[in-house]
């Protein structure tokens, strides 16, 4: 088995992982570096990654896969990490907590990103919050709401029905930074 694996806080493959030739090695460059709760096994895992195309060392990594935590970057490649916080909701369960982040950078300007929350309690989309200026702060700009048959049989109002657990993709137009799109059981 060649797959890189963590070695604290605990052993598995809950991290990001960087090769710098060509996926010979890799070396783990979150673990130790962003918060983990050891009573829980989900909240350091990551669930989804964005990567500057016009400064590769600066990374972008939801975390919390069923359990809160947030979204992390790093500049250097993943020498060192920061939360972001500003703007963004509240990871605490009972609150407006959280499961899953999905993030997407626009490809045409790596400053805006789009970042999908599903909510907590219902798993159906918190809403999507952007930021213009690399993450320094976030404005929640939408919940996109549902017209597939299925949600609304269920009861369910937004585009990730039940399963923003699961169903939660975010993607922003190539060239415009100001249209994105999000699905989960409807687009």
């Given at each position: 088995n060649?797959l890189p ?5 605990d ?5 990001v ?12 460059i ?5 918060d ?58 009972g609150s ?16 805006v ?6 909510d907590s ?14 993450g320094?702060?976030?404005t929640?700009v939408?919940?996109?709401l549902s ?23 975010l993607?922003v ?15």
């Amino acid at each position: 088995n060649n797959l890189p694996t963590e070695t604290t806080p605990d052993v598995g493959i809950n991290a990001v992982f960087k090769s710098t030739n060509d996926g010979q090695t890799w070396t783990d460059i979150t673990t130790g570096k962003v918060d983990h709760d050891p009573r829980f096994t989900f909240d350091n895992i990551p669930t989804d990654l964005a990567v500057s195309p016009f400064s590769p060392d600066t990374l972008y990594a939801a975390f919390g896969f069923l359990r809160s935590n947030g979204i992390w970057k790093t500049v250097n490649g993943g020498l060192t990490w920061t939360k972001l916080t500003n703007g963004l909701p509240s990871p605490i369960p009972g609150s407006t907590g959280y499961n899953r982040i999905e993030l997407a950078m626009a490809p045409s300007n790596s400053s805006v990103l789009y970042a999908s929350f599903s909510d907590s309690a219902s798993n159906e989309s918190l809403g999507i919050w952007k930021t213009v200026n690399a993450g320094n702060s976030w404005t929640k700009v939408t919940t996109p709401l549902s017209t597939a048959p299925r949600n609304i049989s269920d009861g369910r109002t937004t585009v990730l029905g039940e399963q923003g657990f699961y169903n939660n993709a975010l993607r922003v137009h190539p060239t415009d930074p100001n249209t994105v799109f999000a699905g989960g059981i409807d687009i």
